[in-house]
């Protein structure tokens, strides 16, 4: 088995005040490499009051634009149904679905074994 390298962190998923339904967030700073395995999550945002809500909102995490030695990107989208309600930092009018506010994310990469 070869050795395996890699490096984990955290970063915010911003939808921002007005509701969208799409967001992404360019992770920089770490050495990844072209054949790197990398693995992403909702997770919470240390002293915000609605980390439980947001670690169950049906949102779509994928991973897109490595650059070798740079970074990635991390795209989110929204894939819950209308909501009418104010819930998940949801606001739905019926129509399309979308989302606001800050989610957290973790991160983690490592080379094939």
């Given at each position: 088995m070869g050795l395996q390298t890699g490096e984990c962190g955290v970063a915010t998923l911003d939808f921002g005040a007005t509701p969208s339904a799409e967001a992404s967030v360019v992770v920089?700073?770490?050495p990844i490499v072209p054949e790197a395995f990398i693995e992403v999550h909702l997770a919470p945002i240390p002293g915000q009051p609605?980390?439980?809500e947001h670690l169950v909102a049906p949102i779509e995490l994928?991973?897109?634009d490595i650059v070798p030695g740079?970074?990635?990107t991390?795209?989110?989208r929204w894939v819950g149904g209308p909501i009418p309600q104010r819930r998940y930092g949801v606001?739905?009018?019926g129509l399309?679905?979308?989302t606001v506010g800050?989610?957290?994310i973790a991160w983690a990469w490592r080379t094939p074994s």
């Open positions: 920089g700073g770490t609605n980390n439980n994928r991973v897109g740079a970074g990635f991390v795209y989110g606001q739905g009018s399309a679905p979308r800050e989610f957290g």
